[in-house]
């Protein structure tokens, strides 16, 4: 187990491999590419998000009053950050969204090629 104070906090975000890390309840923030966006029946409003970072998937909890707040992220967003709150439960991690932001228009910002340097 990683020293209390070791993993990156809010705003750095915390990649998916290092979610092990921080205590059941600390608040973090994840970043990811979305893959997976989940709205069952039977979940009374709540939405599930799943994100992929260079290192693994993180698995988001949407409460229904946040998910209104955040709405056009959770719909259109490609690539969020999320801060919430780490909960485990049967050895499966969630995030529990307290925040959402849409980073989308960075992903331009990857295919573009850097300018050449004046050397």
């Given amino acids: 187990m990683a020293p209390h104070h070791a993993w990156p906090r ?8 290092r979610l ?4 059941n309840g600390a608040r973090i ?9 989940q709205r069952p ?8 998000v799943t994100l992929e970072d260079e290192t693994g998937v993180i698995n988001v909890i949407v409460w229904r009053s946040l998910y209104e707040h955040f709405r056009r992220a959770v719909i259109a967003g490609r690539l969020l950050r999320v801060t919430g709150r780490i909960q485990r ?25 850097p300018a050449p340097s004046s050397k």
């Fill in 10 to 17: 809010p705003p750095a975000a915390l990649v998916a491999s």
């Fill in 20 to 23: 092990t890390e921080p205590p």
């Fill in 29 to 37: 923030t994840v970043a990811g590419l979305v893959i997976l966006r």
């Fill in 41 to 48: 029946g039977t979940a009374k409003g709540v939405i599930f």
């Fill in 89 to 113: 439960e049967n050895n499966v991690t969630h995030v529990i969204a307290e925040r959402i932001e849409d980073l989308s228009p960075l992903l331009d910002s990857l295919v573009t090629p």
